[in-house]
């Protein structure tokens, strides 16, 4: 090879070699600057998944510091029991309340007494409808109504104040501190009806003020009050009366004692200045009254004393009651009247009669219909009397032996069956010529309240 080709060929590979060799640095440049990217591109992501976790936990912390929780209890809390009772957390609350009462009753006095109020007859006993609750600030109140008679009459309507959890006032229209079976509800007696001598001496509502203080072992009531709502239409109404009531109520063990007494006053003043004392045989469904002072004058004032006993234990509980009324009848004989009654009753399923603060309470099925059970089932027997005869005054002698029997299938809903065999004497309503005898009664009554 001729020297000049091949000093032309050693030219050549040289110019491809740093051509190669430009190219690689080429290269070398570009891989550089993409790893440079690739980390800017890794402390973005890294960046920016940082941002992204804060947001995911600040985003996570706003419902429990700033929104309401899904746990918290509304404004309005609605629960149930026998009807909707609406409750704030502010202390305001409000419950419909009623009750009805259908009877069916029979009183059979001797053939000799011809009374179209004798035989079978049907009554609605009560229809209540009302309400009551609570406003702030531990005041409460309840109005309710009776329509069952021809005209609508005002039953309870009052306001109560607690200053503290063991006092309450009450003002308005109000049972006094009668005693333990007046004070228990209607719904909750053995009985159809309350003993003879609670309806003969005028156990009513009335208007005042009234305190309570219980306290584990005691209870204290008392107050001043006037009429009845429905009596008090005019000017000369201006009678008042006082009453009082102390009540021992101690634990025994599983059992329970009651020991109590009351005592009242009532100046009748312009309102009257006379009273009647007479009552209905064991039922309402019947208006013979078979013992009957008819009008004693003179009057200027009633006083009253009771004394109360109960005790309950398991499915057993007796309760006694007497009360002695005094007619004051200045410049005349002050006749005192009596009447009372004596009961032993006794739960035949695994139930029991609740007690609470001077009287009985609502009987809550164990095993209530509609759960698998029956109900509760209770039987009471009762000796009842009445003593209208003092003095001058004859207006009877009326005692009963009753007995009833009692299903609550479940806590709300009541079936009673009553009979009651009835000694007269000295009776204002004679059996032709006879004013000493004996009547029969029977009733049945259907019973629900919410």
Do not use: C
């Amino acid at each position: 090879m001729p020297a000049h080709a091949s000093a032309a060929s050693d030219a050549a590979i040289q110019q491809e070699l740093a051509a190669m060799r430009a190219q690689m640095q080429q290269m070398t440049s570009r891989i550089d600057a993409l790893e440079g990217q690739l980390v800017d591109a890794r402390a973005r992501a890294e960046a920016a998944e940082t941002k992204a976790n804060a947001a995911s936990a600040a985003l996570a912390a706003i419902p429990s510091a700033t929104a309401p929780s899904m746990t918290a209890k509304p404004a309005t809390e609605v629960t149930w029991d026998g009807a909707p009772k609406f409750a704030t957390r502010e202390g305001w609350s409000f419950k419909p309340r009623g009750r009805m009462q259908l009877d069916l009753g029979t009183v059979n006095p001797p053939p000799a007494l011809v009374s179209k109020d004798a035989g079978i007859n049907t009554r609605l006993r009560r229809a209540y409808i009302g309400f009551d609750g609570t406003m702030p600030g531990n005041f409460g109140y309840r109005a309710e109504i009776d329509v069952a008679p021809s005209t609508v009459t005002v039953t309870d309507l009052f306001l109560t104040y607690k200053p503290n959890p063991k006092l309450t006032l009450t003002l308005g229209q109000q049972k006094p501190a009668w005693g333990m079976e007046e004070l228990t509800s209607d719904l909750f007696t053995p009985f159809m009806e309350r003993s003879a001598y609670i309806g003969a001496f005028g156990f009513e509502r009335r208007v005042g003020l009234g305190a309570s203080w219980v306290d584990k072992n005691f209870l204290v009531q008392g107050g001043i009050f006037a009429d009845d709502l429905a009596s008090m239409t005019g000017s000369s109404n201006n009678s008042y009366s006082a009453d009082g009531r102390v009540v021992f109520m101690p634990k025994l063990g599983e059992a329970q004692l009651h020991i109590g007494g009351s005592i009242h006053y009532r100046k009748l003043n312009d309102l009257t200045s006379s009273v009647t004392y007479s009552v209905r045989p064991f039922l309402r469904t019947s208006d013979l009254r078979l013992v009957n002072t008819g009008a004693i004058t003179g009057v200027t004032a009633e006083r009253g004393i009771g004394a109360e006993f109960a005790y309950a234990r398991g499915r057993l509980h007796v309760s006694s009651e007497s009360f002695w009324q005094k007619v004051v009848r200045p410049g005349l004989v002050s006749p005192t009247f009596n009447g009372g009654y004596a009961e032993v009753g006794y739960m035949l399923t695994d139930d029991v009669t609740p007690y609470k603060n001077g009287q009985w309470e609502r009987t809550r099925p164990k095993h209530p219909v509609g759960k698998g059970g029956m109900g509760a089932v209770q039987m009471n027997l009762r000796y009842d009397w009445l003593d209208l005869n003092s003095g001058a005054i004859v207006g009877g002698q009326q005692q009963i032996a009753g007995v009833s029997l009692i299903w609550m299938p479940t806590d709300y809903v009541r079936f009673l069956a009553n009979y009651g065999h009835i000694w007269i004497d000295d009776a204002a309503v004679p059996a032709g010529t006879l004013r000493t005898y004996n009547a029969d009664a029977f009733g049945l009554r259907a019973q629900f309240d919410f």
